[in-house]
């Protein structure tokens, strides 16, 4: 397996969030995450401190298709220490999210904690928008979506049914700002109880989409 080692001095991102980016400039979905992305990472700051070398997070937000695919991309990924995918039918057909799935699961998993098992993974799959459950690849049915608790039934129950994009639309400010700060929590948690051994692909060629052919 072809690997590069992260350049020393810079900083790894707690997490990673995976997203599908529209073909077009703006509007619909896209127009979210950025809000998204900020709010997350003030969170996550916040719990987290200044830690060395640890930026709060990574997002991808000036390249779009086969431009996506850069060094600093790969060292991201290959970094991070809590993968954030977004779930969305449009992330599902995501040749490179499926790649950047890869990218993460393929690093091995070091308990700092007793109370974290051996088969917990730190992939955190966030509803983004409604998926059918038939449609989802076995690689994304095998992990546990993460869920806003423990928190009031309505809420939870608001934020699985709509996803995180929906909540905004709807205008669902309290609900959003509640899934928001559980998962900001949650982030940190992985991160208190467990590292990801780094593990940054030399190029895209060593990656492979996780969601392809992985149905049924």
Same mark, same amino acid.
């Given at each position: ?12 991102? =707690? ?7 529209? &073909?077009? +400039? ?24 200044? $830690? ?20 600093? =991309?790969?060292? +991201? +990924? ?21 790649? $950047? ?16 098992? !051996? &088969? ?32 009031? !039934? ?12 929906? =909540? ?6 309290? $609900? ?14 992985? &991160? ?6 780094? =593990? ?17």
């Amino acid at each position: 397996m072809s690997t590069v080692d992260s350049p020393v001095g810079v900083p790894a991102p =707690l997490f990673f969030l995976s997203y599908s980016r529209p &073909h077009r +400039a703006a509007g619909g979905p896209f127009d979210y995450v950025p809000q998204f992305f900020e709010d997350l990472s003030v969170h996550v700051s916040e719990l987290v401190g200044p $830690e060395p070398g640890v930026d709060p997070g990574f997002m991808d937000s000036t390249m779009s298709g086969g431009q996506r695919w850069t060094p600093e =991309l790969l060292r +991201a +990924a290959g970094t991070c220490q809590v993968f954030v995918p977004l779930l969305s039918s449009a992330l599902l057909g995501s040749d490179w999210c499926g790649r $950047e799935w890869h990218a993460f699961s393929r690093r091995r998993v070091l308990s700092r904690s007793p109370g974290f098992s !051996a &088969h917990e993974t730190a992939i955190v799959p966030v509803n983004w928008s409604p998926t059918h459950e038939t449609d989802l690849p076995k690689v994304v049915r095998d992990i546990q979506r993460f869920s806003p608790t423990p928190m009031p !039934a309505d809420v939870v129950g608001k934020y699985e049914r709509e996803g995180v994009y929906g =909540l905004l639309t709807l205008r669902l400010e309290n $609900e959003y700002r509640a899934v928001v700060w559980r998962l900001a929590q949650r982030i940190v948690a992985i &991160h208190r109880a467990c590292r990801i051994e780094p =593990l940054v692909p030399a190029g895209v060629g060593e990656l492979r989409n996780l969601f392809a052919g992985g149905r049924g």
